[in-house]
């Protein structure tokens, strides 16, 4: 009989384990994710696994293999690839299992490879950006026109010319020895770094908010932030996970930003 109760015991210990593991064993799991959506209607969010993606504005892919030092090194070998498949270049060291390209005229296309750290995710989850490589390609002979990298939770969204736009998470209020030293909240904010000084941060946006607006999300089990990108224009739009009936859910826009990207606009 003993015996009985301690296996019965030690099945619900396992059923509870298990039931815990989508969330308790998941750092990630609750946090704000981003979505990137471009005027062709392609998009990418933290599931999407593709291991090729299009290049804005191209008939040209991209495509991450492992490294042939991937053992010891995890890095991945950036390829790019023409409408038929066929490798047109290759770019050892620099890619990413998360990219994403598109082109600004002339044949020249910004691409960017991120390093995310999240579980469970394929990147695109706040927090979890560890770094960016950015390249401009020339697609016309493939040569590197342009190489930087950007931080840590520094999300690149778009291009526009020479300017490189990210969106920047806030930071809240924190304390240094002891709450002797306070550090002031900031607030979330898009700002671009341009190729001729790449270390010079410009504001272009800053946000009413640190980590997210005033809006409602009663009903809903996920935020989202998706960043729509236009020519001249982006609009970044907070979500909300929520049941819009017959068993369906649908991310339900709260609020939503329009900034312009042109270059005498700024804020």
């Known amino acids: 009989m003993k015996g009985k109760i301690v296996r019965h015991i030690f099945y619900l210990c396992c059923a509870a384990i298990f039931v815990l593991l989508p969330t308790g064993c998941n750092p990630a799991g609750g946090a704000t994710s981003y979505e990137v959506i471009y005027p062709s209607g392609y998009s990418r969010d933290c599931y999407t696994y593709d291991e090729k993606s299009p290049i804005e504005g191209t008939s040209c892919y991209l495509q991450w293999e492992k490294a042939d030092d991937y053992k010891k090194t995890y890095h991945y070998d950036m390829y790019i690839l023409d409408e038929n498949g066929s490798v047109l270049y290759?770019?050892?060291?620099?890619?990413?299992?998360?990219?994403?390209?598109?082109?600004?005229?002339?044949?020249?296309?910004?691409?960017?490879?991120?390093?995310?750290?999240?579980?469970?995710?394929?990147?695109?989850?706040?927090?979890?950006?560890?770094?960016?490589?950015?390249?401009?390609?020339?697609?016309?002979?493939?040569?590197?026109?342009?190489?930087?990298?950007?931080?840590?939770?520094?999300?690149?969204?778009?291009?526009?010319?020479?300017?490189?736009?990210?969106?920047?998470?806030?930071?809240?209020?924190?304390e240094k020895l002891f709450g002797l030293i306070k550090i002031p909240a900031e607030n979330a904010e898009i700002y671009y770094r341009d190729t001729s000084d790449w270390t010079q941060k410009h504001t272009v946006y800053t946000f009413d908010y640190v980590t997210e607006p005033d809006i409602d999300t009663s009903n809903g089990v996920l935020t989202r932030i998706k960043f729509y990108i236009y020519e001249n224009q982006l609009k970044v739009a907070w979500t909300s996970y929520e049941p819009v009936g017959n068993e369906k859910w649908e991310y339900l826009e709260k609020k939503a930003y329009e900034i312009s990207l042109t270059p005498d606009d700024s804020k």
């Not at 991120?114 to 990147?123: D, F, I, K």
């Not at 016309?140 to 300017?163: A, M, P």
């Open 90 to 174: 290759n770019f050892p060291d620099v890619g990413s299992k998360a990219m994403r390209g598109s082109v600004q005229g002339d044949s020249k296309t910004w691409v960017c490879a991120e390093l995310w750290t999240a579980p469970h995710h394929n990147g695109y989850v706040e927090g979890w950006l560890k770094e960016s490589n950015l390249l401009l390609i020339d697609l016309s002979d493939g040569e590197v026109l342009f190489q930087e990298k950007g931080g840590e939770n520094e999300f690149y969204i778009t291009s526009n010319g020479t300017r490189c736009y990210f969106y920047l998470p806030g930071k809240e209020e924190s």
